[in-house]
């Protein structure tokens, strides 16, 4: 297999997603050229063209641009997304280039650097985002490729000379068994990604599978209470996690006027008065995790306090759109029963009192199928619930599968309504809200800001 450092030009099926484009960005700071295909443009393709990536909208072998045709110098990137019928994919297949999952060139970077990896059902995109803000401010510094947009440097890729990489460690389609941890943390294990996995045994195996890859003299640092029974390598230390128990864990805490601050308990020492940047309650979690690992390798206290504290959040992530003294309006990834408990748990501890909306648009139709009793039963601890169609991503609809199950095993006392996607905004001029969360990993999001802004003239 070709080293990272004999790579001539880079081309990328699939440029567009989150985690792919990061990727690109660490190849165009490299000073190489770099292009691919993706189906649709989107805010982040525009700004990946505006940093130098040639990127063309339809799958055609004849837009391949011709330094990227010689198969000795060019890495071939795709995302497991992509169809294996796909033009662009076959010919670079069929021709002899070396073609690489995402997935497999982060294993390449974990393999030269002290890979520093967030695995888990849900909390991965907040928490690996945290340990690197924590690790880029202070004076061991990092690399990090990222799955979400981060507020404070508005990228998903930082770039150093480091020796430390964080990559959140993605499950799907088992790509981070590619990954070579020097530490990892391990955030949630509830089944998810049926239709890859089948069981949740083997969801579950998966994770066990991943705590193999773990480099001897390094770390897991787990959630307490995980169905999934890790596998390390002699060598590997074992650490656990939480909120309120394990090896790490948060004390004294206080949550009030908009302000949460806590201790930060580990094995050898306490720090004080950490205060979170995002106050969001589940960040608590978030932050014990992501501060654990880089304690683990040799941040300071203080170092661990500033950066929790200038943490700025990740977008669509606990992403507040809109908040003044009259109106809320929160943006979440939320796709998940679990993550959706999550963030309905922290929007109820916030905002107490006042009426909360979720308009959720459900992510594919298998997660859907799976999981609509659960669904229903994490929405059902806010007011009102309004869906969505389901947002197919790169399934084909399920005879039998839409939102009316979720709708149909919401709680009594709910208030509840269905509407299409298209027609959010007219929906959202005809009413008025108190606190409204939108949730899901759709394009729901894009309408957010034009959201915010019609109940803000209201």
Same mark, same amino acid.
């Given at each position: 297999?070709?080293?990272?450092?004999?790579?001539?030009?880079?081309?990328?099926?699939?440029?567009?997603? &989150?985690?792919?484009?990061?990727?690109?960005?660490?190849?165009?700071?490299?000073?190489?050229?770099?292009?691919?295909?993706?189906?649709?443009?989107?805010?982040?393709?525009?700004?990946?063209?505006?940093?130098?990536?040639? &990127?063309?909208?339809?799958?055609?072998?004849? @837009?391949?641009?011709? +330094?990227?045709?010689?198969?000795?110098?060019?890495?071939?990137?795709?995302?497991p997304a992509i169809p294996e019928s796909h033009s662009e994919?076959?010919?670079?297949?069929?021709?002899?280039?070396?073609?690489?999952?995402?997935?497999?060139?982060?294993?390449?970077?974990?393999?030269?650097?002290?890979?520093?990896?967030?695995?888990?059902?849900?909390?991965?995109?907040?928490?690996?985002?945290?340990?690197?803000?924590?690790?880029?401010?202070?004076?061991?510094?990092?690399?990090?490729?990222?799955?979400?947009?981060?507020?404070?440097?508005?990228?998903?890729?930082?770039?150093?000379? /480091?020796?430390?990489?964080?990559?959140?460690?993605?499950?799907?389609?088992?790509?981070?068994?590619?990954?070579?941890?020097?530490?990892?943390?391990?955030?949630?294990?509830?089944? =998810?990604?049926?239709?890859?996995?089948?069981?949740?045994?083997?969801?579950?195996?998966?994770?066990?599978?991943?705590?193999?890859?773990? $480099?001897?003299?390094?770390?897991?640092?787990?959630?307490?209470?995980?169905?999934?029974?890790p596998d390390t390598p002699q060598g590997v230390a074992t650490?656990?996690?939480?909120?309120?128990?394990?090896?790490?864990?948060?004390?004294?805490?206080?949550?009030?006027?908009?302000? &949460?601050?806590? =201790?930060?308990?580990?094995?050898?020492?306490?720090?004080?008065?950490?205060?979170?940047? $995002?106050?969001? +309650?589940?960040?608590?979690?978030?932050?014990?995790?992501?501060?654990?690992?880089?304690?683990?390798?040799?941040?300071?206290?203080?170092?661990?306090?500033?950066?929790?504290?200038?943490?700025?959040?990740?977008?669509?992530?606990? =992403?507040?759109? @809109?908040?003044? /003294?009259?109106?809320?309006?929160?943006?979440?990834?939320?796709?998940? +029963?679990?993550?959706?408990?999550?963030?309905?748990? /922290?929007?109820? $501890?916030?905002?107490?009192?006042?009426?909360?909306?979720?308009?959720?648009?459900?992510?594919?139709?298998t997660r859907t199928r799976d999981f609509y009793k659960e669904?229903?039963?994490?929405?059902?601890?806010?007011?009102?619930?309004?869906?969505?169609?389901?947002?197919?991503?790169?399934?084909?609809?399920?005879?039998?599968?839409?939102?009316?199950?979720?709708?149909?095993?919401?709680?009594?006392?709910?208030?509840?309504?269905?509407?299409?996607?298209?027609?959010?905004?007219?929906?959202?001029?005809?009413?008025?809200?108190?606190? @409204?969360?939108?949730?899901?990993?759709? =394009?729901?999001?894009?309408?957010?800001?034009?959201?915010?802004?019609?109940?803000?003239?209201?």
């Open positions: 297999m070709t080293q990272l450092n004999d790579i001539k030009s880079v081309y990328f099926v699939g440029a567009g997603g &989150i985690g792919m484009s990061a990727i690109s960005r660490f190849f165009l700071h490299k000073g190489l050229p770099v292009a691919g295909y993706d189906k649709t443009p989107s805010a982040l393709t525009a700004q990946l063209e505006k940093e130098g990536m040639s &990127i063309h909208y339809t799958d055609d072998t004849a @837009l391949i641009p011709e +330094p990227f045709t010689h198969k000795e110098t060019t890495l071939v990137v795709y995302t994919l076959t010919f670079f297949r069929s021709n002899g280039f070396q073609v690489l999952k995402r997935a497999q060139v982060l294993g390449m970077l974990t393999t030269t650097h002290k890979g520093l990896c967030v695995a888990g059902t849900h909390g991965k995109t907040t928490t690996s985002s945290m340990c690197a803000h924590i690790m880029h401010q202070s004076h061991l510094d990092c690399n990090a490729f990222l799955g979400g947009i981060t507020k404070n440097y508005g990228t998903n890729y930082i770039f150093s000379d /480091s020796d430390y990489v964080v990559i959140e460690a993605d499950e799907y389609d088992r790509s981070f068994h590619w990954l070579r941890p020097w530490m990892t943390v391990i955030t949630s294990t509830d089944p =998810d990604h049926l239709d890859i996995y089948g069981t949740k045994e083997a969801y579950l195996d998966s994770f066990r599978h991943y705590t193999t890859l773990i $480099q001897p003299g390094g770390a897991l640092i787990i959630h307490t209470g995980l169905e999934m029974k650490y656990t996690y939480s909120r309120d128990e394990g090896d790490f864990h948060a004390a004294n805490i206080r949550i009030s006027n908009g302000e &949460i601050t806590f =201790d930060f308990v580990t094995p050898e020492e306490t720090v004080s008065g950490v205060s979170l940047g $995002q106050p969001v +309650p589940i960040n608590i979690d978030n932050a014990v995790a992501a501060m654990a690992m880089a304690w683990l390798n040799g941040c300071t206290p203080d170092e661990l306090k500033k950066g929790i504290s200038t943490f700025g959040g990740v977008d669509r992530r606990f =992403d507040f759109i @809109l908040k003044d /003294s009259r109106h809320v309006v929160i943006s979440d990834y939320a796709h998940h +029963p679990m993550e959706i408990r999550q963030s309905a748990q /922290s929007i109820r $501890q916030l905002y107490a009192d006042r009426k909360i909306t979720a308009l959720f648009q459900p992510h594919l139709y669904f229903a039963n994490s929405l059902s601890i806010l007011d009102e619930v309004v869906l969505c169609d389901i947002y197919p991503a790169r399934e084909q609809p399920i005879p039998g599968v839409t939102s009316r199950l979720i709708y149909d095993n919401l709680g009594s006392q709910v208030k509840r309504q269905m509407i299409k996607t298209g027609d959010v905004l007219d929906f959202v001029r005809s009413r008025d809200f108190d606190v @409204l969360v939108i949730l899901g990993a759709g =394009d729901l999001d894009n309408f957010s800001h034009q959201i915010a802004d019609i109940i803000k003239e209201k």
